[in-house]
Structures are given as C-alpha cells and as structure tokens.
C-alpha cells in the first residue's frame, strides 16, 4: 500500500499498473492512472487497519490530496492478493468523504496552521 502511494506521489503510473492483480490490468489503463496522478497533489497516508493471511491482505486508509482548489481524501478499504510472490492491488471499498473547497487565505486543511496559500497552494 505505502508503495503504491508514493508511486501515484512521484507519478509513476507504470509502477501503479504493475502493481494492480492480472485480473484488473486492462481496465486499469496506465494513461488513466498518469491522469489522475499528475492532476493531483499528494500530501499525506494514513493506514488505519491492516488484516494479512497467507494469500490475501486488507488494509485501510486514508489519503489526503489536494485536486484543483478541493482537499480531497480517499478512504479505502483495498483487498490485495499474492500473485507470483508479489502483493497486488485487487479492489477496494470506498468510504464517502466529502471534498472541501479552499480559498488561498484559509487555513490549510492538512493541518500545518498555514494559511492555504503559504502551505499547499502551488
């Protein structure tokens, strides 16, 4: 999991697509993947829970992006599965979180005390 998040923070889509289960490669195209990283700002991972059995994990997260002018957050439950010795990303229960709209004079939703504009604002 932490893997994959540092990948979609460095962009790196192709890491992204390998690391998804056989199954789910091809409706998980790396030219999508490159879209939704590179529109994002990637800021924090927060792993809630972690369940691990011999072939197949769960973890739980959260991760806290900025799209645009909206702090976005991502809560999942994904289920990985061991293919070839490797953990794979197969799909994932998303938790409804709702976005928020940040002007450049409010506080920083990641918590910094920052104004929105001295913090996250590029």
């Known amino acids: 999991m932490r893997s994959r998040y540092v990948a979609y923070a460095l962009k790196n889509a192709k890491y992204i697509y ?3 289960a056989q199954e789910k490669q091809a409706e998980n195209p790396v030219k999508e993947i490159a879209d939704f ?3 994002c700002r990637f ?3 927060a792993v809630i ?3 691990q059995q011999q072939s197949n994990a769960e973890v739980e ?3 806290s992006y900025f799209y645009q002018s909206l702090f976005c957050q991502l ?3 994904s289920s990985f599965i061991k293919e070839d010795g490797q953990w794979r990303y197969l799909d994932g229960e998303i ?3 709702a976005d928020i709209k940040v002007s450049r004079n409010d506080e ?3 918590g910094s005390g920052k104004k929105y504009k001295k913090c996250h604002n590029v």
């Open 108 to 110: 920083c939703p990641c």
């Open 43 to 45: 800021i924090k991972l």
């Open 37 to 39: 990283a590179n529109s």
């Open 95 to 97: 938790f409804p979180v």
């Open 61 to 63: 997260f959260c991760v």
């Open 49 to 51: 829970n972690t369940e």
């Open 18 to 20: 390998q690391t998804y």
């Open 75 to 77: 809560h999942e439950r």
